[in-house]
């Protein structure tokens, strides 16, 4: 079954033609990144949210960011009145939407970008737009970096962007649509497949077999509609055949087809690809114990959370006054091991 759903069709094989700022496939479809895949199936932002355990994780990720407070700080001493950038930074949303939605864009793209708004009284930006990152292009003019958001330019000091894993020199990240197309494009096609075969779509259900050695395609396709036309219905009547005629039914499973396996292998997968315990997607795990989970947690804030914060911590700081630094409140996700250990357990720690 595997190999079926690997398989490539013709359609895929004529490759990809690519521009400075995106790819046309053969389809003629554009983007920024190839769509297709080796797994034979088109990997978009819309079909890779659509798998479960990726937007599971995902939603979780964002959402743990985004709910977390943000401030101003001068040395260690938090900065009062919040700059409005920091506390509503794109009304009419609300923080916790502007910043799990950065954190989306971040993981899904690779990028962030946001029209920077105009100066405040401190001379710096009180808000920024965020923009779709299908919709950003770059260039190098006269050794400036411009970005084109559709047809209007922007300097390098309008926008604010911000790059998830990059290798040097790379204008723009690469998130998990770019990078990861292969093990998106399996787990597409698994689900594609998965839906087929509840809807009856991927193993024959009845085997016709005639007696007739000179039987023609057009008398086959007239016994196939005779059966579907007298019993494809919920009927469970008796079926009668001629002497040269015989009916199978087809056994299958999902134990058989590997779905159970591939949709769990599925979720494991997804857990690699962005970097958290697989137990939180919902993989079983009969070793897991208390303190187990207790670690789990710390660890999903240090190697998860910590390094996305970062990236928007240090970016937005650019656009507070000089000295002070923006900031995320991460204690509130460590409550639980400060509970228990007796510890408080801040940044320093994680």
Not at 35 to 48: K, R
Not at 149 to 173: C, V, W
Not at 256 to 262: D, P, R, T, Y
Request: a neutral charge; charged letters at 15%.
């Amino acid at each position: 079954m595997l190999a079926r759903l690997l398989k490539r069709s013709a359609a895929y094989q004529s490759g990809l033609v690519q521009f400075p700022n995106g790819y046309v496939n053969s389809l003629g479809m554009i983007g920024r990144y190839p769509l297709d895949s080796t797994a034979g199936v088109y990997v978009t932002e819309e079909n890779s949210l659509g798998i479960p355990a990726l937007w599971r994780g995902i939603s979780m990720i964002s959402d743990a960011i985004g709910g977390l407070p943000l401030h101003a700080y001068r040395d260690t001493e938090m900065v009062t009145p919040i700059p409005p950038i920091l506390s509503r930074p794109n009304p009419p949303e609300t923080r916790v939407e502007t910043i799990s939605g950065m954190v989306v864009s971040l993981i899904v793209y690779g990028n962030y970008f946001a029209v920077l708004g105009e100066p405040g009284y401190n001379g710096y930006p009180d808000m920024f737009h965020p923009v779709n990152p299908a919709r950003v292009k770059a260039n190098y003019k006269d050794g400036q970096l411009t970005y084109m958001i559709d047809d209007r330019s922007y300097s390098r000091q309008e926008i604010m962007h911000i790059k998830n894993f990059a290798l040097p020199g790379e204008t723009f990240g690469r998130g998990i649509i770019s990078s990861q197309r292969t093990g998106l494009g399996i787990q597409i096609a698994m689900q594609n497949y998965a839906a087929n075969y509840f809807n009856g779509g991927t193993v024959p259900s009845v085997k016709i077999k005639s007696d007739n050695p000179d039987l023609t395609q057009e008398e086959a396709d007239a016994l196939k509609l005779a059966w579907l036309r007298q019993y494809g219905s919920g009927s469970r009547e008796p079926v009668v055949f001629n002497a040269s005629t015989d009916a199978e039914v087809m056994n299958d499973n999902a134990q058989e087809s590997q779905l159970i396996e591939q949709r769990t292998f599925g979720i494991i997968e997804a857990a690699n690809m962005l970097g958290i315990p697989s137990s939180y997607l919902g993989a079983t795990n009969s070793s897991r114990t208390y303190a187990n989970v207790e670690q789990e947690n710390l660890q999903f804030v240090r190697w998860t959370l910590q390094p996305l914060i970062s990236r928007i911590e240090q970016s937005l700081s650019d656009y507070i006054p000089r000295g002070q630094i923006a900031r995320f409140n991460i204690d509130g996700l460590l409550n639980m091991t400060a509970i228990v250990t007796g510890k408080q357990i801040g940044r320093a720690h994680v």
